[in-house]
Structure formats: C-alpha cells, structure tokens
C-alpha cells in the first residue's frame, strides 16, 4: 500500500514537473550563419537540455538574412558570420541595444574532397591544376569576402577568376567542393574539422595575416525583447559549455 502510494506522489511529482516546464519553456527562432550551422545544432541541443527552451534554426547567407530581417523576418536571435551587420542592425533600431558581442572568430580554410589534392602550405592554387574552386559570393558572405582578400594578397586573382563557382552561402558553396563540382574551394574550418583534426579530404589553412578577420557577432533582435528563451540564449552561447563546443569546431574566441 504504502509503495503504491509513493509511486503516485512520484508520478504526480513528474507530472507537475513537466507541466511547470512546458509552461515555462518557450521557442526562440534563430537566423545562423551558414559557418555556424553544424555548431550552432549541436549547441540548440545543449541549450534545450539545460533550459527546457527549444532554439528553432534557420541557417544561411549573414547578407540575405540581414535583407530578411529588414523586411520583418521573425527572427529572435541572429547569429552573423561578421561583426559588421549586426553592427548595422544596431545602427538601424532592429535590434536590444547592448546585447551584441563576438561569439566566434572564424578560420577559413582552403578544403578539397581529395585527400591528395590541397597541399600544407595552399601551393596548389599557384600551381593551378584544377578546373574549379569553390567561393561563396563575397558580397553576400563573409567568407567569400575573406578568400577573394587571400587570393588578391597571393597575387593569384586573376588567374583564378575564370575558374571561379560562387555559392551564395558558405554552406553551399561547401556542397559544391563535397559532392565534386568544384576540386576545391575556400570555406569554413568548422565545416571540415571536428575534435582538432581534418574529418575528410586535405585542406590548408589559411594563414589569419592573409585576411581581415573574421569576427562572428550575435546580437538580440527586436522582435526577440521579450522572448524569454531568446534572452537565455544570448546567456547561454557566453557560457563556459557553450565556448567548448565552438572551440571543438575550430573556431577562436
């Protein structure tokens, strides 16, 4: 008798448990940069973990989300490849004011599904043997803008250009290298490093002197003032677990 009973309190505990979470958790809608993706789901898991919260994601190109979020897009939270749109956001009212700041410092690196092909030092783009390399647009991605920046400093621009395959994120312009439409290509380190080391194919590093840095900044939209779980959000991403996980992708803080 007496078990029957504590297993009911127990199963009444729970379920007030429960109700008091759903109560209490919320959605918060999260534009992320396409470099950011693979990090960020893996963070949204963490975060629903030790909040209840769930982060619904939306992944992309910073420059399209920035003319997305202009038109009253319904994004909470945006999670930028650059320091300089979100900065733009502040100046234009979009956003809660003091509540941007550098989650990430991006590495770029130059990737190629063959494990052969990309050289420790990136000679291979002097050298020229191949058809295609891989960018995202420079004006829609900060990335793209970083690789055009290295291919001008190396003085190979021009010899380049006519090989070029623009993707119009970071994210697909990774696709186009993977599935073998480009040999290779410029684009995130996140996306082919996981644990401190190479997932697949040779890759090359770009050397952080070769481009402007690439700072990432999130930053509280608007619309996101008063959603509780997009408030916890920018709290957890500064989070001592949070930075491990952004750092296991390569990324720098």
């Known amino acids: 008798m007496k078990s029957s009973l504590l297993l009911s309190r127990s199963l009444a505990a729970l379920l007030a448990l429960g109700a008091t979470l759903a109560v209490h958790a919320a959605e918060v809608q999260v534009a992320v940069a396409a470099n950011f ?3 960020m789901k893996a963070l949204a898991a963490d975060f629903e973990k030790a ?5 619904v994601l939306a992944s992309g190109a910073t420059g399209k989300f920035y003319a997305q979020i202009q038109s009253g897009a319904p994004f909470d939270v945006f999670l930028a490849a650059d320091n300089e749109t979100p900065a733009k956001l502040d100046k234009e009212g979009a956003t809660v004011p003091g509540t941007r700041f550098t989650y990430a410092t991006g590495k770029l690196v ?7 092909l990309v050289d420790a030092k990136g000679e291979v783009l002097t050298s020229g043997q191949f058809a295609h390399i891989a960018l995202a647009a420079p004006k ?16 190979v621009l021009a010899r380049l ?10 994210g697909q312009t990774f696709g186009f290298v993977s599935s073998g439409n ?16 190479l997932k697949s194919g040779s890759a090359w590093i770009v050397p952080a002197e070769l481009h402007s840095p690439i700072r990432q ?18 709290a957890f991403l500064k ?13 720098d803080l």
Request: glycine letters at 10%.
């Open 37 to 39: 993706a693979g990090p």
């Open 51 to 55: 909040t209840g919260h769930k982060a």
């Open 110 to 116: 130059l990737w190629s599904a063959k494990p052969d």
């Open 140 to 155: 829609l991605a900060p990335y793209g803008a970083a690789a055009l920046e290295t291919m001008t400093r190396l003085g």
């Open 161 to 170: 250009e006519p090989k070029f395959v623009q993707g119009e994120s970071i």
């Open 182 to 197: 480009a040999e290779l290509g410029f684009v995130a380190l996140s996306q082919v490093w996981e644990n401190g080391k």
């Open 217 to 234: 900044d999130a930053v509280l939209l608007a619309r996101g003032k008063d959603n509780a779980a997009a408030v916890a959000l920018i």
């Open 239 to 251: 989070s001592d677990a949070a930075k491990a996980v952004i750092r296991s992708f390569g990324y």
